[in-house]
T-cell receptor
Framework: DAGVTQSPTHLIKTRGQQVTLRCSPK?????VSWYQQALGQGPQFIFQ???????QRGNFPDRFSGHQFPNYSSELNVNALLLGDSALYLC??????????????FGEGSRLTVL | GQNIDQPTEMTATEGAIVQINCTYQ??????LFWYQQHAGEAPTFLSY????GLEEKGRFSSFLSRSKGYSYLLLKELQMKDSASYLC??????????????FGTGTLLAVQP
């Protein structure tokens, strides 16, 4: 049983460019969240998707957007990249029924470097 | 709002015991998680406490005191592979969502021979 998978694992972009990151949740999970983890910091919640809609959003600008597909996979898009967007982007999945007290399963992340 | 504090770094010796503390201030309380994250890897679940007291799980134990807003993770018989970042996290009660967690900055533990 594959866990959460993310792609690409590493990528380098320049300021002003756009990036798309992808996530496939663990089998049986229907809810996906995205987190940004800067170096030496804990993950910060970006947003959550369930039933192909954004359900809740953290304190991130509209440059950060996402999508969830009928197979529960998800994309994170970031437009007009800034140097400060350099971070590890983590995808986490869980079954919606577990609420917010269930274990989260994380992918290994996509490390974005903005030059 | 929520605020979580934990030490930035700790060092311990192989075979020893180490306690990693976490204090939190939250609007309401819905339990506390500990995750382990090795460098370059995904965070993995260690424990979830919602009631006061100590929960033991092999070499790892987690303690919670809701009245003090305090938790600790206790690692016994330390091994080199325990070198990792340990993240304390709470789910928000107000405006919470499935799989939304508020994380501390993490405690980077270095286990030395």
């Amino acid at each position: 049983d594959a866990g959460v998978t993310q792609s690409p694992t590493h990528l380098i972009k320049t300021r002003g460019q756009q990036v798309t990151l992808r996530c496939s949740p663990k089998s049986g999970h229907d809810t996906v969240s995205w987190y940004q983890q800067a170096l030496g910091q804990g993950p910060q919640f970006i947003f959550q998707y369930y039933e192909e809609e954004e359900r809740q959003r953290g304190n991130f600008p509209d440059r950060f957007s996402g999508h969830q597909f009928p197979n529960y996979s998800s994309e994170l898009n970031v437009n007009a990249l800034l140097l400060g967007d350099s971070a590890l982007y983590l995808c986490a999945s869980s079954p919606r029924a577990s609420g917010n007290t269930g274990e989260l399963f994380f992918g290994e992340g996509s490390r974005l470097t903005v030059l | 709002g929520q605020n979580i504090d934990q030490p930035t770094e700790m060092t311990a010796t192989e075979g020893a015991i180490v306690q990693i503390n976490c204090t939190y201030q939250t609007s309401g309380f819905n339990g506390l998680f500990w995750y382990q994250q090795h460098a370059g890897e995904a965070p993995t679940f260690l424990s979830y406490n919602v009631l006061d007291g100590l929960e033991e799980k092999g070499r790892f134990s987690s303690f919670l005191s809701r009245s003090k807003g305090y938790s600790y993770l206790l690692l016994k018989e330390l091994q080199m592979k325990d070198s990792a970042s340990y993240l304390c996290a709470v789910p928000p009660v107000l405006g919470g969502a499935t799989n939304k967690l508020i994380f501390g900055t993490g405690t980077l533990l270095a286990v030395q021979p």
